[in-house]
């Protein structure tokens, strides 16, 4: 049970500093911190006990004791109910214009654990899939300290934000939001009540659940050629990234392929991490070091295995659905249009027209 209170925090600085000055000067991105900035008027007691200059734009990165600082100096300014309040009356929130771009809330979701991953390795970020329901769950960093439950407090009501602002632009979407359910690993009852979800309380891990229907709930501003953009702009960020071992990502691809095409099922992540001898948390960590997630590779290998597919004649295209595990096939097609660009009856016509072989690039 973290503890949410502004008593100490100055002493846990001092402490992380001299013990542990790697993690408190490495760089974190300045998304949440950069939005207070702008929403309190950049006040100068914000900036107090940091390097910054309260006179100059926050950069994309700073120290993560300086965004520790602070968030200590917010909480005993406002305090972690104030601030939760005004988080949720933002009009806009962090990437707000990148996720906004995507096709359905499940892409954006999917965008935001890669992308969150990848910048920012003291949180480790997956979504999984279980029972109906779409859980985005994330671990914090334990050398957080004190600091793990307003960070926790803080990525649970961006998520809301983000599913608010898929689901809250029509009346059917709204009439969604009670079935959204936020686990959480502290209790505010004050902040609950703002919460026009279910609230429960969870000892393993934050997260937020989504019904599977809702993921493929449509984005009103889907872009297209922006999505392609950010999505190919996210990729190559990602790599110069180091891959969570030298044979891990080999094996992970080897035994989910091998169930995928046996059982016509995705393995759960805890299975993969059972086969490898690992804990579930140390495989998460793994990939989130290295900008990676358990879904993105699925998702990038049962593509792959889709294309090798339909190079082969005889195969029909509602059938390739089942046998990568799919619930049904227009969920298959959503994701390969997602994918791809185009449906896989559409991939599989242009692939024919230009001759190409079985065993090309599947791209």
């Known amino acids: 049970m973290y503890v949410i209170s502004p008593v100490g925090f100055d002493e846990f600085l001092d402490r992380l500093m001299r013990n542990d000055p790697e ?20 006040p100068g007691w914000m900036f107090a006990g940091t390097d910054l200059d309260p ?54 979701l999917q965008f935001v654990v890669t992308a969150s991953n990848r910048k920012n390795p003291a949180m480790a970020a997956r979504i ?27 990525l649970l009501i961006w998520i809301f934000l983000i599913i608010r602002s898929f689901l809250g632009v029509s009346a059917q979407g709204i009439g969604q939001l009670p079935r959204i359910v936020i686990s959480r690993l502290h209790s505010n009852d004050a902040i609950d009540a703002l919460l026009p979800c279910e609230v429960v309380y969870d000892s393993e891990a934050a997260s937020v659940g989504v019904p599977e229907e809702l993921m493929d709930f449509p ?12 999505l190919a702009s996210l990729e190559k960020a990602g790599g110069g990234k180091r891959r969570p071992s030298s044979r891990r990502p080999d094996e992970i691809e080897h035994l989910v392929r091998n169930v995928l095409a046996k059982e016509a099922r995705v393995p759960p992540f805890a299975e993969i991490a059972a086969e490898l001898g690992l804990s579930e948390r140390t495989l998460a960590r793994n990939f989130a070091a ?21 190079l082969q004649d005889g195969l029909k295209v509602k059938d390739l659905g089942h046998q990568l595990g799919y619930s049904d096939p227009s969920a298959f097609v959503r994701s390969f249009r997602r994918y791809s660009g185009v449906s896989p009856a559409r991939w599989r016509k242009m692939k024919k027209r230009e001759g190409s072989p079985h065993g090309g690039s599947t791209r």
């Not at 993690?23 to 950049?42: I, N, Q």
């Not at 889907?222 to 392609?228: G, I, K, N, S, V």
């Not at 290295?290 to 339909?310: H, P, V, W």
Request: charged residues 15%.
């Open 23 to 42: 993690f408190a000067s490495s760089k974190v991105p300045t998304g949440v911190t950069a939005f207070w900035c702008e929403s309190l008027g950049r």
């Open 290 to 310: 290295c900008g990676q997630t358990y879904r993105a590779l699925i998702d990038k290998l049962r593509m792959a295995m889709a294309q090798e597919m339909l």
């Open 219 to 230: 984005g009103l501003t889907f872009d297209p050629e922006l999505w392609a953009s950010i």
């Open 128 to 154: 999984i899939r279980s029972q109906g329901m779409a859980v985005f769950r994330f671990d914090m960093d334990p050398r957080f300290g004190p600091f793990c439950g307003i960070h926790e407090q803080l």
């Open 55 to 108: 006179g100059s734009p926050l950069p994309r990165e700073i120290s993560q004791i300086n965004d520790l600082q602070i968030m200590s100096n917010l909480l005993q300014m406002h305090g972690e109910a104030r601030l939760a309040a005004m988080m949720l009356e933002w009009s806009n929130y962090p990437a707000q214009s990148q996720i906004l771009a995507a096709p359905d809330l499940g892409a954006a």
